[in-house]
């Protein structure tokens, strides 16, 4: 095997550990924590559903590369529970880290190239990586919801918390905001939940 086929190889054998990190997320059938491999699947086949929603034309096969690499870096870094502040702290450095050492075992050009799509979507800054976040936000928002709020009431999540945390869907696509509102209302109206504007 010459080495830039080698090198490709061990970065998918590497890439395969994403199906071992477990996220709070809770997938809708059984209720078993979703692990990062389904949520990049789910979020890519969620772009190709929804993208005609976003306010802003973007390139779907950029964004669906978005979703494919978004959270590889957490192979070494770890799911960082959106709701977790003290983690959060800390997720840039480590993600940075872990970026180094896994884009790193690519040939040069390609590791780049993917390393640039994982910085473009963290930065949030093109029509293309809002659309993604947007997704990457509403994703399992979506999972939450239909399972009844159940990671968001084992953490005590507050509405105030979940509004802030889909920011980036208000930005992409007003169609979309007004969806992920509705399930916002309608889970503080059923208790899974807790209630902002009341405290």
Known sequence: MDERLKGQVGFLLEC?????????????????????????????????????????????????????VHDLVEIYAGDTYAYDAENNKSKAERENAAADRL??????????????????????????????????????????YYTDGESWKKHGVESGMVYKRMEPIRRASDKLWQFAAG????????????????Q
């Not at 029509?127 to 936000?137: E, G, H, L, N, S």
């Open 16 to 68: 395969d550990k994403m199906k071992n990190i477990l996220r709070q997320t809770l997938t809708i059938n059984d209720r078993r924590r979703e692990n990062d491999a389904e949520h990049s699947w789910h979020f890519a086949l969620t772009v190709l559903v929804l993208s005609e929603y976003a306010s802003e034309e973007v390139d779907i096969n950029r964004v669906i590369k978005m979703a494919l």
């Open 183 to 198: 399930m916002v209302e309608d889970a503080v109206k059923k208790g899974w939940l807790i209630d902002s504007s009341a």
């Open 103 to 144: 884009f790193s075992m690519l040939p040069r050009g390609q590791g780049t190239e993917i390393r640039s799509l994982w910085e473009e979507f963290d930065a949030e800054q093109t029509p293309d990586a809002c659309f993604a976040a947007a997704i990457d936000r509403l994703q399992p928002m979506i999972n939450n």
